[in-house]
């Protein structure tokens, strides 16, 4: 069930659900620890989440150029898997795909707007579309080109046609209200600002980073909503999640209270997953969620945080148990 629009300036983004679905894992053996796989059946499997997505009225799909082997092997995995399961699913209804990708400024990728798009047009080509729905800088760290250069840049993939519409990640209060600036100079709005945010790093909110997105008109998405897994129910002390997961990586002495009281507000809600809770949390405070989903029972899952809302008195229970967390690098968010 589609509820509402996704809060996220900029044309484009206006069809996407209130809840995305991110696509770091797909292809990516490396940074999540699953060693070797069948590519076949990893193929089988993202269709099933892709096709699972769409049917739970979730249609925003965030990929990027590094993800599935990044800068050591499988450059734009993930983009041809979408691009794979977006040309050989069967329509959902009315809803289409609403596609974001990324853009990493590698210290020598100095010639901009050219480096940048020339990495957009091979993100197209990968994704087989005509343009992308959102494109997005993915860090501003280990570039030696300025924040003004980059958004000029965004502003330039616009105009290209190749990009529908614009954004940032990992980007700071400060860095966020430059390029907006910047932007708005050349009649370019600024869609989104993609950070690490959930009930294991409550930053954003704390230091202001999402009063300052809702302000400008900026939709905030939140990766790594359920702490990489941390915040679903499955894990514990004592069965804690294997791979390198750095994301929301505290004690369970810490986590353990968080997801007791989100499995209680669950049975409260009809019986909601801790997981469909913390979603829902994030769905509240008017971010959007991005969680992954390697297969239909999980992007299944995710879809059961829309269509409900937990009261205030419930947001603000969280609220005073989320755990503030730190910048790691390559996040200024």
Excluded at 253 to 259: K, S
């Amino acid at each position: 069930m589609q509820e509402e629009s996704v809060p996220l300036a900029g044309g484009a983004l206006r069809f996407a659900a209130p809840l995305g679905v991110g696509l770091w894992s797909w292809g990516d053996s490396m940074t999540w620890g699953y060693g070797s796989y069948d590519k076949a059946v990893t193929t089988a499997t993202m269709q099933e989440a892709y096709t699972a997505s769409l049917e739970g009225g979730v249609n925003l799909l965030d990929t990027a150029e590094s993800y599935g082997g990044g800068l050591f092997g499988g450059w734009g995995a993930s983009e041809r898997f979408l691009g794979a399961c977006m040309r050989d699913a069967s329509p959902a209804g009315e809803l289409r795909p609403v596609v974001v990708t990324k853009y990493i400024p590698l210290p020598w990728r100095l010639f901009e707007p050219r480096s940048m798009m020339a990495a957009l047009n091979a993100s197209v080509g990968r994704l087989q579309v005509e343009a992308v729905d959102c494109y997005l800088v993915h860090s501003p760290v280990a570039t030696f080109n300025s924040i003004r250069t980059l958004a000029n840049s965004l502003a330039t993939a616009v105009e290209s046609g190749l990009a529908k519409t614009v954004g940032v990640s990992n980007y700071s209060e400060a860095q966020l209200r430059e390029t907006h600036r910047v932007l708005a100079e050349r009649g370019v709005p600024l869609a989104a600002n993609q950070v690490e945010f959930s009930l294991c790093h409550a930053l954003p909110e704390r230091r202001g980073l999402l009063d300052a997105c809702q302000e400008m008109g900026v939709g905030l998405m939140a990766y790594s909503p359920l702490a990489m897994g941390r915040l679903t129910g499955k894990y514990s002390a004592s069965n804690a999640p294997k791979g390198a997961r750095r994301f929301g990586n505290y004690s369970f002495d810490r986590i353990q209270p968080i997801v007791d009281r989100l499995q209680q507000l669950g049975q409260e809600h009809g019986g909601k997953t801790p997981a469909q809770v913390a979603l829902n949390w994030l769905i509240c405070k008017g971010a959007v969620p991005i969680p992954g989903a390697k297969n239909a029972a999980q992007a299944a899952g995710n879809a059961g945080a829309l269509g409900w809302r937990l009261t205030g008195g419930e947001v603000q229970e969280l609220d005073e148990l989320a755990i503030g967390g730190t910048l790691k690098l390559g996040q200024h968010g």
